[in-house]
């Protein structure tokens, strides 16, 4: 086998390894039923991102850095397992996201053929009137969101009504959920129960966001029962978008707003300095002398079981 085959067995192989242990850490944590959408999302991606980075930024490099030049090296059966798993585990997240982009992208063409604009208020996005097979209310696109509201959803609602909606969906936006969207289905699966549990939060925590007041509050839970009484559409949950109605028990919703427990709205999430956290930790590690070396040796021995 090539250095250059080797290198990329061995990093599949790294890839797989990691990610089944990382796996393995998040099953066997402690789970609360009040974990926000933030640490649902964190938990659902973590064992394909870190996997992912470990393979990419720790033992791709050390190979590349310590393997000398060679030919017919022999792999063993557990990293050729690892290897097969992990590449099969990668095909899988990519057909995922280009699924979920391909069916989005269908999605939103076919209500923009039956849309016309309106004005941007009280929405404060690009907002279009649509005459959909049913009464949505949908934010589509991932860097240029555009919501699309039903014609039965204007007309059933008052204005107050179409104002908490509009919150609701620009709390969506703001929180780039879209985007968050795709990547825990392209990792776990759209239907899978961590996506599932996170569109759920998520739902929760764009209502906690809306109901900044005990009126609006109430306003958004009239909403969401007008909805309710409507024609029911299908799930979105294969789709990026962000709907007001595809998420969660839609009585627990009501009921929480009613109660008043999610008028304090929840700050957004620090992705910007957990990103540099990460990758500054991650260039220490790579940086650390003796640390890719070690990789390599330990990936050698690995290599040589049978």
Same mark, same amino acid.
């Given at each position: 086998?090539?250095? @250059? ?11 797989? $390894? ?8 998040? $099953? ?21 991102? =870190? ?6 930024? *720790?033992?791709?490099?050390?190979? =590349? ?18 290897? /097969?798993?992990? @590449? ?58 555009? &919501? ?31 985007? +968050?969207?795709? =990547? ?30 005990? +009126?609006? @509050? ?6 969401? $029962?007008?909805?309710? +009484? ?10 990026? *978008? ?10 627990? +919703?009501?009921? &929480? $707003? ?9 700050? /957004? ?18 940086? *650390? ?13 690995? =290599?040589?079981?049978?």
């Amino acid at each position: 086998m090539s250095v @250059a085959m080797l290198t990329a067995f061995v990093t599949l192989a790294g890839f797989g $390894l990691t990610y089944v242990c990382i796996r393995g850490v998040v $099953l066997l944590m402690a789970r609360s039923d009040h974990d926000g959408d933030g640490r649902l999302f964190a938990r659902g991606v973590a064992p394909t991102g =870190i996997a992912a980075a470990l393979a990419l930024f *720790v033992v791709l490099p050390a190979f =590349i850095l310590f393997e000398p030049p060679h030919d017919g090296e022999r792999v063993g059966l557990l990293v050729t397992l690892a290897a /097969a798993f992990g @590449a099969w585990h990668v095909g899988r997240v990519v057909a995922r996201a280009l699924r979920m982009l391909r069916v989005s992208r269908a999605l939103t063409e076919e209500w923009a053929s039956r849309s016309t604009p309106v004005s941007s208020s009280p929405w404060g996005l690009p907002a279009f009137v649509v005459d959909a097979d049913f009464p949505i209310v949908a934010v589509a696109g991932l860097v240029r969101p555009r &919501l699309y509201v039903d014609r039965r959803v204007l007309a059933a609602c008052s204005t107050d009504e179409i104002d908490a909606i509009a919150a609701h969906e620009r709390a969506h936006v703001v929180h780039r959920d879209n985007m +968050r969207r795709l =990547i825990i289905a392209a990792c776990e699966g759209s239907s899978s129960i961590a996506a599932t549990a996170w569109r759920q939060a998520a739902e929760h925590a764009a209502d906690a966001r809306a109901a900044d007041s005990s +009126r609006r @509050a109430l306003d958004l839970a009239s909403a969401l $029962l007008k909805l309710a +009484r409507l024609t029911p559409g299908p799930s979105l949950e294969r789709a990026a *978008v962000s709907t007001v109605h595809d998420g969660g028990s839609l009585e627990t +919703r009501v009921r &929480l $707003l009613l109660d008043g427990r999610p008028a304090v709205a929840a700050p /957004a999430p620090p992705s910007g300095p957990r990103m540099l956290a990460f990758g500054l930790a991650a260039a220490t590690i790579v940086s *650390v002398p003796g640390v890719l070396g070690s990789v390599h040796r330990l990936a050698e021995a690995l =290599i040589r079981l049978p």
